[in-house]
Structures are given as C-alpha cells and as structure tokens.
C-alpha cells in the first residue's frame, strides 16, 4: 500500500488510516445534526426549501381556486388565538423533549441501542409527511411506494437476496427473488418476519 500524495513522505500505515478514518469523518458529519447542533443550519435551510417547494406545488394545483384560508382569516381573533396556542404548545412539547428525551445524539450516551436521526432521514420523513402522509398503497401513494420498493430491493441486494434487476440479467433458474416493504417499527418487521 503506498502513501497518499498529499501526505508527508514519513507518514506511516496508521497515518494513512488516521487521514482516511478523518475523511470518513468529515463526510459522513454531513449527514447528521451533531451533538452539540453543529448542523442546525443546514437542516433550517433544507427544512425552509421543502416547505417553499410544498407552498409552490400547492399553489400550482388548481392555481385558479381561490384562497381557501383568506387573510382576514389569518387577522381574526380565533384563527389568532389558536396559532398562539399553537406556538404555545409547541415551545412547551420542545423545552420538555430537550429536558427529559435522553441524549440519543450525544457519543457520550451509550444506554440504547439508538443513535441520532440522519438528516437524510429526518428530512425525508417530514417531506413525505408533509405531501401524503397516507403512504400506505400504490393509489394512495404512487411515488413514495415505487420508493419503498426500490429501497426494498437495494436491501434485498446488500444482504446478498437475488432482486428484480437480477432476475432481468441471468438465466431465469428460479422464479423467488428477495423483497421486502417498510413497517411502522422493529416490532411489526419481527412479527411480520415469522409470517
């Protein structure tokens, strides 16, 4: 194994495997919040593009229909009050999470088996929520279904299951081929496994 260009000529194999774990590193702290929030900024700026997108493709809908919350709605006392309550309540649910929730997302935790939401995941989550949280069939749900079965097959792939792209490529020796869906938790996949 030779040294990397960019390393000095006395740098040893654990220094080599020092840059690249510090590669890794680098990359893979992209994908998360961090524990002390470092990426809070990229998830309000993600976060802010995937409501400006829902806003564009509501408003594209039928762009003719009138408002159906009009701003003096928005300006009386009710729609007021229950907004207020709304933040109220919101500020409250986050100042208990963040005092009694465990740190998940800190290194320091080690109690559980859980470990911090990727921002890929938190993300897509609240996009998919946001357009059709009703993601339970095809005509309910066209696109994040095709999604689901894509993921489906890709784990099928990881964990060495033949897929629908292996069945196109070979020789049909066996009609199976691995599959799977999402389920609501571990729980409902382990029973669903013993089906």
């Keep these: 194994m030779s040294a990397r260009q960019d390393l000095p000529s006395s740098a040893t194999g654990s220094d080599t495997a020092y840059d690249v774990s510090t590669e890794t590193h680098r990359a893979l702290s992209a994908w998360f ?3 002390k929030a470092e ?3 990229v998830m309000k700026d993600l976060l802010g593009e995937i409501i400006d997108r829902v806003t564009r ?3 594209e809908y039928f762009p003719s229909d009138p408002a159906f919350i009009t701003s003096s709605t928005q300006d009386s006392a009710p729609y007021k009050r229950e907004v207020d309550d ?3 309540y919101v500020t409250l649910l986050t100042d208990l ?3 009694y929730s465990l740190p998940y997302f800190s290194p320091r935790y080690m109690g559980h088996m859980c470990f911090d939401n990727s921002l890929p995941a938190m ?3 609240l996009a998919a929520m946001i357009h059709n ?3 339970v069939a095809v005509e309910a749900s066209p696109l994040t279904s095709y999604i689901e079965h894509c993921v489906g097959q ?4 990881m964990l060495g299951y033949r897929t629908t792209e292996d069945i196109a490529t070979e020789e049909m020796k066996s009609p199976y081929k691995g599959w799977g869906h999402l389920t609501c938790d571990g729980s409902v996949a382990n029973l669903e496994s013993l089906w």
């Design 33 to 35: 919040m961090g524990p």
């Design 39 to 41: 990426n809070s900024k």
């Design 57 to 59: 493709s509501r408003s």
């Design 86 to 88: 709304l933040q109220r």
């Design 97 to 99: 999470m963040s005092r």
């Design 123 to 125: 993300l897509g989550y």
């Design 133 to 135: 949280p009703n993601n």
């Design 154 to 157: 890709q784990l099928c792939k």
